[in-house]
Every structure is written in C-alpha cells, then in structure tokens.
C-alpha cells in the first residue's frame, strides 16, 4: 500500500535521534554540521560552519567532501523544516554512517529562536 511523504518522514523519524536547536547549538564545532537544502535555500542564511550537501544528491556527494570522510564522525544534519533532514539521516545510516542526528524543527526553528546564521561570500568574478 502506498505512503505519503509525510508518513515516510514520521517512519525516518523513528529510527534517527533528533536534537533540539538549542542542543544542535550547543554542537557547533563539535560535528559536522550538513545542511541538505538545496542551495538557494543555504545562500539565503544557514546554521555557522554548515557543509551544503542538497539532499537530491547527498549519498553520492558526502564521500567527495573531506570533513565527511569519516563515516565513524559525528553528524548533524537539518534541512528547513525537518523533513529532508529525517530521511537523509536514514539514508546515511544505510551507507554505513553511524553517528548522524537531526535537528527537529530544521532552519525554521532555528531561524526563529533567533540563533546565529551565516551567508556564504559572494562569489566575486573580477
């Protein structure tokens, strides 16, 4: 029997361990931190010393960025709801990534209690 999206996500959910943002703040610096929006999204304003590594692509990009080499480090991942988030931590657990949490509520939460953001520096073609 098909699923919804949203049912898929609730199903991810249970078997991740999601952090709150005031946790995921508290674990800057201490994991890689990696946000699976797509890249307009992270251009926008993204969580300090995020990786973008949009979803759509995350399993085949993740072993080409050097601070994700390691599938024994620690990971953080958000998206902006938390959704994305949910499913792209699974899927990493699947390809052998073993400490991978989720930040509940994604961007938006964060965004909203007021935490700090970043904005990646133009790209200057002079």
Same mark, same amino acid.
């Given at each position: 029997?098909?699923v919804?999206? $949203?049912?898929?996500?609730?199903?991810?959910?249970?078997?991740?361990?999601?952090?709150?943002?005031?946790?995921?703040?508290?674990?800057?610096?201490?994991r890689?931190?990696?946000?699976?929006?797509?890249?307009?999204?992270?251009?926008?304003? $993204?969580?300090?010393?995020?990786?973008?590594?949009?979803?759509?692509?995350?399993?085949?990009?993740?072993?080409?960025?050097?601070?994700?080499?390691?599938?024994?480090?620690?990971?953080?991942?958000?998206?902006?709801?938390?959704?994305?988030?949910?499913?792209?931590?699974?899927?990493?657990?699947?390809?052998?990534?073993?400490?991978?949490?989720?930040?509940?509520?994604?961007?938006?939460?964060?965004?909203?209690?007021?935490?700090?953001?970043?904005?990646?520096?133009?790209?200057?073609?002079?």
């Amino acid at each position: 029997m098909p699923v919804t999206p $949203h049912e898929l996500v609730v199903e991810a959910k249970a078997q991740i361990k999601e952090v709150s943002p005031a946790e995921a703040q508290a674990l800057l610096g201490k994991r890689v931190i990696i946000d699976v929006r797509e890249y307009d999204e992270f251009a926008a304003g $993204h969580l300090p010393g995020a990786v973008n590594i949009p979803r759509g692509v995350l399993e085949f990009k993740i072993g080409m960025v050097p601070e994700c080499a390691n599938k024994e480090g620690a990971f953080l991942l958000y998206c902006r709801t938390s959704g994305r988030a949910a499913l792209s931590a699974v899927q990493l657990q699947k390809i052998g990534y073993s400490n991978i949490q989720s930040m509940n509520g994604g961007f938006e939460a964060w965004n909203n209690e007021g935490r700090p953001t970043e904005k990646p520096e133009p790209i200057n073609f002079e």
